[in-house]
């Protein structure tokens, strides 16, 4: 007798083998934003009362997806060595250290050599001048492209097995521009919500704008034998 299987039986087993091989199915927990990030500067208090005068606040402008962030309404002059600048750039809040964020493009209009870096990392960088309505502000260091990154609360750390500090890639399908962008670090912070953040020259490259899917894709890890096959799903975080 021979047994014959229906459509429904060949599923049922398909299921049945990959659940076996790979666990139960893993629902992602949130959507997967891209966003650019354009240039753009963070600002102290204290200079941000240097640049718009005394007892002056940042003003919200418009939210951003991050909960509790906004594009402000001052803008600030970013002027470079040679005297080359850019004349409104957006501050974001609320305030922290100063910081100034560019894309290469920006970096080599105003003749500064920015190096990538994590926001926050001003080891060994350069400075501009921030000029205000009110006042003027000499940073000695600061000005950086930041590191392309995705933030990540715990249901995404999770679902993806990464821990803060590991970097993944991205892929971009968009017509005739697909492109996979390395090494995002992944940042940590428990009430954030899933979001990548590029600059202008990346989302420029692969004309995000036109982007039909985004993906986020785990390095591959040397495969250690033990059956995770290189996913690095075994490693503990
Ligand atoms: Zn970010």
Do not use: W
């Amino acid at each position: 007798m021979t047994a014959t299987l229906n459509r429904s039986d060949v599923e049922r087993i398909v299921r049945q083998v990959l659940t076996t091989k790979l666990g139960p199915q893993r629902i992602k927990p949130n959507p997967l934003v891209v966003n650019v990030s354009a240039r753009h500067v963070h600002l102290s208090q204290e200079h941000v009362e240097i640049l718009f005068g005394k007892g002056a606040q940042l003003e919200p402008h418009k939210m951003l997806y991050q909960e509790g962030y906004f594009a402000a309404k001052q803008t600030v002059m970013v002027v470079g060595p040679r005297r080359r600048m850019l004349p409104e750039v957006r501050v974001l809040g609320p305030v922290r250290p100063s910081q100034v964020e560019l894309a290469f493009t920006d970096a080599i209009s105003l003749g500064i050599d920015a190096p990538v870096r994590i926001s926050g990392d001003h080891r060994d960088t350069p400075g501009c001048v921030l000029v205000g309505p009110e006042g003027v502000v000499e940073l000695q260091a600061g000005v950086i492209r930041a590191q392309r990154h995705v933030h990540m609360g715990p249901a995404d750390l999770e679902y993806f097995r990464v821990k803060p500090g590991d970097k993944m890639d991205l892929r971009i399908v968009s017509p005739t521009c697909t492109t996979t962008l390395e090494d995002l670090v992944v940042r940590f912070e428990p009430k954030c919500r899933l979001e990548v953040h590029i600059d202008t020259d990346e989302g420029n490259a692969c004309h995000l704008d036109a982007a039909t899917h985004v993906e986020l894709i785990q390095k591959q890890h040397e495969d250690c034998g033990c059956g995770c096959g290189g996913t690095g799903a075994c490693k503990p975080h």
